[in-house]
């Protein structure tokens, strides 16, 4: 039967767990690297009693002392002073983010005059059109008012066909207008009489 069991994927207890033994290499080789970069060492797992009795021993070990291995590597984790090329870094980029953050301003400010300058041309451009507007329109006003307070009888006529375009040409955009221009004209040579 123990053929049978072993075709089927059951676990012999002789068998090593290959991700505790990956993790037991990573452990090796990298370990000296925390203390190089001033962290304590962290205390060190039972992985070959891990691997000798199986993977439900290994998932007991990190599951129980898991969470606790953690809150101690955490608390046991010590920063040491800074190396000197790290602080000569943060003090060259503390710099070039200053000069930055100045010409930033600068040219914050160039840019508000600017818009200031420009803001202004456009009111006095457009202070001059409304004024040249309302001399256009003084002068319009008042000479329409002289037509207007000028009617004199039988020039009725004359001052509708002021008002009306009488060239043949036709643009194609407009409506046909031909009779009635042609209305307006027999009416301008023999006004209509009043009885």
């Known amino acids: 039967m123990d053929g049978f069991d072993n075709a089927f994927g059951a676990s012999n207890p002789t068998e090593v767990d290959p991700a505790a033994e990956f993790l037991a290499q990573e452990q090796e080789d990298l370990g000296g690297l ?10 060190a797992q039972n992985v070959d009693a891990a691997m000798v009795n199986g993977a439900d ?11 606790d291995q953690m809150t101690t590597e955490v608390k046991s984790m010590r920063v040491s002073e800074e190396p000197e090329c790290i602080k000569q870094w943060k003090i060259e980029q503390e710099e070039k983010l200053r000069i930055k953050d100045e010409a930033e301003e600068k040219s914050k400010e160039e840019l508000k005059l600017q818009a200031r300058k420009e803001l ?7 202070n001059e059109q409304l004024e040249k507007t309302k001399v256009t329109n003084r002068n319009n ?16 006529w004359e001052r509708v066909a002021k008002h009306c375009d009488f060239n043949a ?10 009779r009635m221009r042609g209305i307006m004209l027999q009416l301008k040579q023999s006004p209509p009489t009043r009885d």
């Open 34 to 43: 925390g203390e190089d970069l001033g962290f304590s060492a962290p205390p």
């Open 57 to 67: 021993e290994t998932a007991a070990v990190t599951d129980s002392a898991g969470i």
């Open 120 to 126: 202004d041309d456009w009111y006095k451009h457009y």
């Open 141 to 156: 006003q008042d000479t329409y008012s002289s037509e207007v307070n000028d009617i004199q009888p039988g020039t009725e």
């Open 169 to 178: 040409k036709n643009a194609k955009n407009t409506k046909d207008v031909s």
